[in-house]
């Protein structure tokens, strides 16, 4: 049975996934997980107008300001009573915790969770399981629990493998002739889709780096390296800084950085920017307005379309399955291996967009339609 390798990056550690010699293997996992432990079977159907919690992260991307939106009143539409939180800025771990913690003490019948650290909820949805509640790992799985339910997201693999081709079409349209010189940036070390990103993106390119077709310039190649802690545009713009001054202060050209999401590539092509570079081939995910426009004036190379309309769609469909007792569809029940269990998911498909395609990519969709036009 294949499965990712999903557990949280700080968990892991210095394990030999977090270098590019295993970036290759992340679909394999080791031997199958204990699936035991206090999860009880998901309930079978509860009250029309029953509270459903929705537990999410600090509001660091449009994304997830959209999705707090859409759940708020997509669970008010479908007749159920919704407790939508957000974690706060600074202490978030505290906040999400004690949120998923309250939700438990009102009687929720099913949380759904866009965990903020993925390795530090287990105790809080060990409660909401003993309570008789439902857990849905939204977006993010949850680690090292056997008290997870079901997760639903995109597939974050395949949004990795996504960035690290989209990279490589991008530098061979300006530069058709190998080497290309790149750097790597990957999310926060305590968002478990960092490393699922970075792996993804790793499947493509460590071929070509041992092969010597892609350099990273810097030498910067481990996971650790990488990381940009909060996903923060600020701590992205600094460390290119850094890379700028560092590895190209000369003539030494940049032809593309990885980045994990549109935040920080703009915070990078900002860096470049400044510092008087052409500015390189940058990925990016989420897309977001200001990096539509940026993929629309030829700045930003490439973003990832995953559809939050869709992805809560599904997921208040999911709750809708659960309140009248049925199982809810799941596409995926061998893959998401969180530590404890093999954690049954829906996985949405993303789609790669870039200038070329963006007006189709965003036809229905009536806030970047308008970018894309013309």
């Known amino acids: 049975m294949r499965k990712y390798l999903t557990r949280s990056i700080a968990m892991i550690g210095a394990a030999a996934l977090l270098t590019l010699s295993a ?3 992340e679909r394999e996992g080791a031997a199958p997980a204990d699936t035991g432990g206090s999860a009880a079977a998901p309930a079978k159907g509860f009250a029309a107008d029953a509270l459903i919690g929705v537990a999410l992260p600090s509001k660091t991307s449009e994304n997830w300001v959209l999705a707090g939106d859409l759940f708020t ?3 008010k539409e479908a007749g159920f009573t919704s407790d939508v939180q957000y974690a706060g800025a600074s202490t978030t771990v505290a906040d999400q915790q004690a949120q998923i913690s309250a939700m438990v003490t009102k009687g929720a019948k099913v949380i759904v969770i866009g965990a903020t650290d993925a390795a530090q909820l287990t105790t809080q949805v060990k409660q909401a399981k003993e309570a008789g509640a439902v857990v ?3 977006d993010r799985l949850i680690t090292n629990t ?4 079901y997760y639903i997201a995109f597939d974050n693999f395949k949004v990795g493998q996504l960035q690290g081709q989209a990279l490589l079409d991008g530098m061979k349209a300006k530069k058709p002739e190998a080497p290309w010189t790149v750097e790597l940036f990957s999310g926060s070390p305590d968002d478990n889709n960092s490393g699922v990103f970075f792996n993804g993106a790793m499947d493509v390119l460590k071929p070509l780096i041992d092969k010597g077709d892609v350099v990273v310039g810097s030498g910067q190649t481990d996971i650790k390296q990488t990381a940009i802690q909060g996903w923060k545009a600020e701590n992205a713009q600094q460390r290119m800084d850094s890379l700028l001054t560092s590895t190209y202060n000369g003539d030494k050209k940049l032809d593309g950085v990885l980045s994990p999401n549109d935040t920080l590539a703009r915070a990078i092509i900002t860096s470049v920017k400044g510092a008087g570079k052409d500015i390189p081939v940058v990925t990016g995910q989420d897309s977001e307005v200001e990096s539509v426009k940026s993929i629309m004036a030829g700045e930003q190379y490439s973003t990832i379309n995953k559809d939050t309309r869709k992805l809560v769609a599904e997921t208040i469909g999911m709750v809708k399955s659960l ?10 029940k ?3 291996d969180n530590g404890q269990k093999v954690v049954p998911a829906y996985l949405l498909p993303p789609v790669i967009v870039t200038k070329d395609n963006a007006a189709e990519s965003y036809a229905n969709d009536p806030k970047l339609a308008p970018l894309t036009q013309g």
Not at 146 to 149: E, K, L, R
Not at 323 to 332: F, R, V
């Open 73 to 75: 009143n997509g669970l």
């Open 136 to 138: 849905i790992a939204y």
């Open 323 to 332: 309140q009248a007792g049925t199982e809810p569809t799941i596409n995926d």
């Open 23 to 25: 970036c290759g293997t």
């Open 334 to 336: 061998d893959s998401y």
């Open 146 to 149: 056997p008290d997870v339910d």
